[in-house]
RNA sequence: GCCGAUGUAGCUCAGUCGGUUAGAGCAGGGGAAUCAUAAUCCCAAGGUCGUAGGUUCAAGUCCCACCGUCGGCACCA
């Protein structure tokens, strides 16, 4: 193993917020880089922001902002998140400072000059509506825009093209004989995807200005991909120094990006003659649609609750360490997984304050009362099998554990720190220490039980600390310990590590909050997706007002037949997260029609049951493949996760006119 | 449609090269203890390993089919 590790997160696009993803990942990453820290190793980790392209080109026209001041408004509120995360990134870039921007184009002339870059065109069905290219398969029938339902047309555009074909027997190469793609099952994707061959890549665009220009013909901008990706590189050439931690150890993505990261981007180093990653870890998205449902049958089960997603304000009400926990132990690294609010603080009343503070808590009194506040003596007379086996286990876990860390499997290198800390509650209970502090005679034998338990809270702190690294850090301040991470020292424990005796102890506060049923259901409250914002002050979103649509007559007005309608039925569409299916009742000789609405993340089904809705309907029929045709749309407001669908304060009959 | 992954206790997950009575945590049940934030520990219960075949002395594990779930099938980030 390299004596440098180097973690990237992806850059995040600035068109919104940061969201619980987003945190996902960048604790991921973080911890990650505090462990290799730990070992010993010079390690980096880079996150910062992708800036570039048409939307924020647009999404800023529309706020009458410059693109640069509306990507600097959201780049700082990833920035200001991380801290609150306990997340200490080495670097934070932006693809529009000017070192990433230099760097960019020197890289694209050294493709350029390797040949891998030449002026094409690109010949694509393109919708007008959206302004964009659309595929072949994703048009409807009729080759119409599955948006717009208008016709495609064949859009000729001129553009400097990758030479991506190339490197396609390569890429395979390296994705059958080496694990630069984590998990399999990401890999083989990639695979057939490959394998079914490679075109060349279009990587400049004229139809917008706001990017990187492309060198030698302003023209064009550079094409996101090939101005994002580079910036893992970038980052590190401002300072000769930072060359040494090319290439990248791992690069986490979620699995959305895995194909930019793992085809595209590698195909760009080649070109440019540079070494590549180790690996691209792909990791799986943290569920939060709340679709769960009781199982149990004849019961309704309490209702799903949907909690906020926000991080800032969950780390305003649980704390950074409770839900860095959560994100690395809960959730199976690469696997998809249902983030539910009870389920973080579950883990954290168990694990954290009842398994492994309590046993720091029940443990440092005897130090205060019969050692005088200092760690006792290990008598190895008085060490029998129980201590012989509670540091094999030690040294077992300690071991294990670092090797699980190495592979990316760190919810099961905390799964096993879970278990030392419950050998040391079961070693505790055997030895009974509060028997043996009753009678002088067993002095010794109580300062060696103690003694075994408070190197096994230290062990256990220590792997905790890329995890929990505040908690962790005031575990062993009350053991009179601090970390110390350096280069070149390996502090990550190979055995049982005992704390050295005659050392002071500092107990104090338990450095876990207790989660009693009062406090959760306080939590709860204050996490509830509809809370009003009172708990945590973060930001609320500033209302966006579309921009005003151009005026028109009262005749185009009167083309458009809106209907009263009664929902009959409604229920979810397959693997549609947004999509309701529902049967509407328009009063209609012909029966009732089935409308398919993209309200799903604002209502559950059964909601609409029974409720009158406004229905355009004369607007065309449109098909959502698999025989799901919609004739009609309800008319609703708001953003998508919290809309309303529009509806009268009084009755009336299915049908009736909305004018 | 094609390709891939996956299906193990109520929940979340382990299960190595096929090898004894299939494991853990959580939740629920019973008990012990009183050092500790009522935190801990022990015991019992809980499984047709998706279904049906096959290979084998032996299958959760290998093969085939089917069912369920999730994902991929390029310029959309």
Known sequence: MRDTFYVTTPIYYVNGAPHIGHAYTTVVADALRRFHSLRGRR?????????????????????????????TENADRFRALWPLLGVAPDDFIRTTEARHIAGV????????????????????????????????????????????????????????????????????????????IQPETRRNEMIAFVEQGLEDLSISRTSFEWGIKVPGDPRHVVYVWFDALFNYRTALEADPALEAFWPPTVQLVAKDIVRFHTVYWPAFLMSAGLPLPETVFSH???????????????????????????PAKLVGALGADVLRYYLLRDVVFGNDSEFQVPNVIARARAELAET??????????????????????????????????LVAHGAKVAVDSGALWETFAHHRAIELCLELARLGNQYFDTQAPWKLAKSEADRARLGTVIAHVLAVVRTVATMLAPVIPVKAAAMLGQLGLQLEAREGHDAWPA?????????????GEPVFLKYDAKTEAELLAALKADAPAVATPAAPEAPKVDAPVAEIAFDDFAKVDLRLGTVLSAEKVPKKDML????????????????????????KPEALVGKQVVVVANLAPRDFGKGLVSHGMLLACGPKESLGVATFDRAFAPGTRVK
């Open 580 to 603: 309701l299916k529902l049967s509407v009742d328009l009063g209609e000789a012909a029966g009732p029609r089935t409308i398919v609405s993209g309200i799903a993340l604002a209502y």
């Open 356 to 389: 492994v503070g309590n046993l720091l808590n029940r443990t440092l009194p005897f130090v205060t009362r019969v050692f005088d506040g200092r760690v006792p003596s290990v008598d190895a007379a008085l060490c029998g099998e129980r201590e012989a086996e």
């Open 43 to 71: 390690a980096r980790f880079l996150t910062g922001t992708d800036e570039h392209g048409l939307k924020i080109e647009r999404e800023a026209a529309a706020r009458g902002m410059k693109p640069l001041d509306f990507a």
């Open 284 to 310: 799986g998205y943290l569920l939060s649609a709340g679709r769960k449902t009781s199982k149990t049958p004849g019961q309704g089960g309490p209702a799903a609750v949907s909690y906020t997603t926000n």
């Open 495 to 507: 055995a049982l590590t005992f704390v050295p005796a005659d050392t002071v102890i500092a107990p």
């Open 105 to 180: 184009q020197k890289w694209w002339q050294t493709c350029a000059a390797r040949g891998d870059i030449y002026l094409g065109r690109y010949k694509g069905l393109y919708c007008v509506a959206c302004e964009g290219y659309k595929t072949e398969k994703e048009l409807l029938d009729g080759g119409l825009c599955p948006v717009h339902e208008r016709p495609v047309e064949t859009l000729e555009e001129e553009t400097y093209f990758f030479r991506l074909s190339k490197y396609q027997d390569a890429l395979l190469k390296l994705f059958r004989e080496t694990s630069f």
